[in-house]
T-cell receptor, first 112, second 111 residues
Framework: LAKITQPISMDSYEGQEVNITCSHNNIATNDYITWYQQFPSQGPRFIIQGYKTKVTNEVASLFIPADRKSSTLSLPRVSLSDTAVYYCLVGAYNTNAGKSTFGDGTTLTVKP | DAGVTQSPTHLIKTRGQQVTLRCSPKSGHDTVSWYQQALGQGPQFIFQYYEEEERQRGNFPDRFSGHQFPNYSSELNVNALLLGDSALYLC??????????FGPGTRLTVT
C-alpha cells in the first residue's frame, strides 16, 4: 500500500493561491492521484484527479512530477468557503480499491 | 438527480450489539464502496460491491459484512460492536470510472 504524507494544517488569506503537497513515495504504476475536499459532517467531495504532469479543471490544478512520488494540489484565489480538510488518495480504486490509500488530510483555514 | 444517500444519519449502539447501515448510490452507478473514517483520520476502505458481489476487501475483520441488492443499493452490517467501531461510515458509488461520489455518512457511536 502507498504510504501517504500530507501537512496536518495550513493557513491562508482570502484571494491567495494555496498549494498543498502530498508525498507518496511507493506509488504503483497503475495508481492515480485524487484529491477530495471534506467539510464537517459531510462526505468527501471530488476535486481533481490525475496520473502524471498537470491537470486543470474549473476549481483546481494538480501538478505531478515525472517520478510521481509527490503531487501538489493548487487552489487559485481561495475564499473563506474553501476552509475544509483536503485529502489525497492514491490508488486505482475502482479496479483495485482495497489497495487505495487516503492520507490523513490537511486542514486548510482561510482567513479574511 | 439525487446523489448518494445514507441512513440513518446518526446511531448509538451498545457494545456487543449489531448494526445495519444503508446506502443508495447515485442514479446510474453500479458500484458501491464502504469506508470507515475515525475522527481526525482519512477514510479507510472496508469493501466494495459490484453486481451484488464483494469485489474488493480492505483490512477489516469478518464482523464487517455487506450486501448489494439488484437495485444497486447496499447495506453494511457490523456484528459484536466494539468501542473502537465508533466512527463515520461513508458510502461511495461509481460507474466503471475512477471518480467516486461519497454520501454524507452515518455517525456510529458505540457506548
Amino acid at each position: 500500500l502507498a504510504k501517504i504524507t500530507q501537512p496536518i494544517s495550513m493557513d491562508s488569506y482570502e484571494g491567495q493561491e494555496v498549494n498543498i503537497t502530498c508525498s507518496h513515495n511507493n506509488i504503483a504504476t497503475n495508481d492515480y492521484i485524487t484529491w477530495y475536499q471534506q467539510f464537517p459532517s459531510q462526505g468527501p467531495r471530488f476535486i481533481i484527479q490525475g496520473y502524471k504532469t498537470k491537470v486543470t479543471n474549473e476549481v483546481a490544478s494538480l501538478f505531478i512530477p515525472a517520478d510521481r512520488k509527490s503531487s501538489t494540489l493548487s487552489l487559485p484565489r481561495v475564499s473563506l468557503s474553501d476552509t475544509a480538510v483536503y485529502y489525497c488518495l492514491v490508488g486505482a480504486y475502482n479496479t483495485n480499491a482495497g489497495k487505495s490509500t487516503f492520507g490523513d488530510g490537511t486542514t486548510l483555514t482561510v482567513k479574511p | 438527480d439525487a446523489g448518494v444517500t445514507q441512513s440513518p444519519t446518526h446511531l448509538i449502539k451498545t457494545r456487543g450489539q449489531q448494526v445495519t447501515l444503508r446506502c443508495s448510490p447515485k442514479s446510474g452507478h453500479d458500484t458501491v464502496s464502504w469506508y470507515q473514517q475515525a475522527l481526525g483520520q482519512g477514510p479507510q476502505f472496508i469493501f466494495q460491491y459490484y453486481e451484488e458481489e464483494e469485489r474488493q476487501r480492505g483490512n477489516f475483520p469478518d464482523r464487517f459484512s455487506g450486501h448489494q441488492f439488484p437495485n444497486y443499493s447496499s447495506e453494511l452490517n457490523v456484528n459484536a460492536l466494539l468501542l473502537g467501531d465508533s466512527a463515520l461510515y461513508l458510502c461511495a458509488s461509481s460507474l466503471a470510472r475512477y471518480e467516486q461520489y461519497f454520501g454524507p455518512g452515518t455517525r456510529l457511536t458505540v457506548t
